[in-house]
């Protein structure tokens, strides 16, 4: 196994973990029982971000929102597929700069699967906000995911001005 590999499948586990550590905080922090699933507010940071409980039951963006057990497996079978699915084709590029930003989406998928699997619903507790206008709640894992796209588009873009030259 080559250095690069080395390192992608590390920062896969190490995103997965500060993701975990971060949720398993929150519950511990704010004694939270995971088997209610109770969505509330839970501390004023400052005027703009509230630390706030949300389970998330459905997919991005809380679409598809539904308590039954047959959804919460096929989300999970998608998010392994996809998980599988990146891991193969970031080995298959082989390059330092698609295994960072594939760690960062594949660790943050894999934070969320884990969740998914251990309470049937994604722990979404960031809550960003502007006078009355509210962005959707998210956790590290989405912060992560978001981030190793914009580098994937960056990459592509790059990888574009390169062979054009």
Known sequence: MNIHRKYFYLFILFFAATDQLSKYYLIRHFDINPELLISDFLYKVNEYFNIVIVWNRGFAFGSFQSNMLSFNILYVCIISSVICILLIYANKLNQK???FAFSLVIGGALGNLIDRIAYGAVIDFIDLNFQNLHWYVFNIADIYISLG??????AEIRNKLTDND
């Open 97 to 99: 700069y698609y295994f």
């Open 149 to 154: 796209c914009i580098l994937l588009i960056f």
